[in-house]
């Protein structure tokens, strides 16, 4: 049914479309607010309640001694299985739904980089197929555990960084990537990838349906920490992920733009303007649109250890991975996009 312009969702949606919608609305607001509602809750329980104080005191103590970047911790440890297979975590997977696919099997022993592309609105694809077990990416990768590289700010708010180390978020410092990448994970697991998205939030800028533009061009740093411990690099590929959301934009040099960009390097998060859905009508809202994304793994390319690369070896093999990704997206556009002639990688 449409109202002037607006499309309003039937009456009779299924429950479990429903359940879908809401929890993929749930993650965007604690991914959007979760750091300003963790400084909330304990500045209220800290300074408004008798007894709860004092257990946040305690939890503040506690926060001084797991002060740790690179483990996810033993009291983690027991809940982190069940939270990765949750059914909040099933119906926002299958909301899209979000595949994962791989095009060549990974030596367990390994530790990779993976380099993912685009970065889309909020990373929907990443989150759903490596911070989750719902679409098997322990299954398809045997003895691999995945650590996804996100903003350090959400490892220093209380509450709501227990969200962040528990889903195996990992602090995207070079001191933090490179710890992890010269270092063997604890049994049962035998390799580990460490999954990058080289764009980063300024990439967001550049989301648009059916356009796959990236940012690559100056950024160097993930093919100086793989040359230095000697770390395959593995191209993966989220098709779709641009087509969940539109955006308003603004033209270079404008003052929405320049604020944008302001805001961006300040907080480290793109103030985005994105244009999805809402609960109960398809036209505009915060939601993500309905459309699959299926998130393609390729084949690693193998990278010499050399432990102080020069400026020549990084833009060498820097150049050599560009190519490789090209390649591989060329090779697998046909399988998940439409019109897949017309549709290049475009670098920014």
């Avoid at 380099?115 to 003895?143: K, Q």
């Amino acid at each position: 049914m449409e109202i002037l312009g607006v499309k309003f969702a039937p009456l009779n949606v299924p429950l479990n479309r429903r359940l879908e919608t809401l929890s993929v609305a749930l993650w965007i607001l604690l991914l959007g607010f979760g750091n300003f509602i963790g400084y909330i809750l304990a500045a209220y329980f800290l300074f408004f309640t008798q007894t709860m104080r004092y257990f946040i005191l305690l939890y503040f103590v506690w926060m001084y001694y797991d002060w740790n970047k690179f483990d996810l911790g033993k009291i983690r440890k027991i809940f982190e299985p069940r939270f990765r297979n949750c059914a909040w975590h099933r119906h926002f997977c299958n909301y899209f739904p979000i595949k994962l696919v791989k095009t060549t099997d990974l030596d367990p022993n390994k530790l990779y980089l993976f380099c993912t592309f685009p970065h889309g609105i909020l990373s929907l694809g990443v989150y759903g197929a490596f911070a989750t077990d719902i679409i098997s990416c322990r299954e398809l990768f045997p003895g691999v555990e995945f650590r996804i590289a996100v903003l350090a700010q959400h490892f220093k708010t209380p509450l709501y960084r227990e969200y962040s180390r528990i889903t195996c978020a990992l602090e995207s410092s070079a001191e933090c990537v490179k710890q992890q990448l010269s270092t063997r994970p604890s049994p049962p697991y035998t390799g580990r990838a460490i999954v990058l998205i080289p764009g980063g939030a300024a990439e967001a800028f550049e989301c648009k349906p059916g356009v796959y533009r990236i940012l690559i061009k100056r950024r160097k740093g993930f093919v100086k920490l793989a040359l230095q411990n000697g770390n395959p690099l593995v191209p993966v590929c989220l098709f779709g992920e641009t087509d969940t959301y539109d955006q308003l934009t603004w033209p270079d040099g404008s003052y929405m733009k320049r604020l944008q960009e302001y805001i961006r390097k300040k907080i480290g998060i793109a103030p985005v303007v994105p244009v999805g859905r809402g609960f109960f009508q398809y036209t505009f809202g915060f939601i993500p649109r309905r459309k699959p994304i299926t998130v393609v793994v390729g084949s690693p390319m193998e990278l010499p250890k050399i432990e102080e690369p020069t400026r020549e070896q990084v833009e060498e093999y820097h150049e050599k991975f560009v190519k490789h990704l090209v390649k591989f997206f060329e090779n697998e556009k046909h399988k998940y996009i439409e019109n897949a002639d017309s549709v290049h990688l475009e670098f920014v």
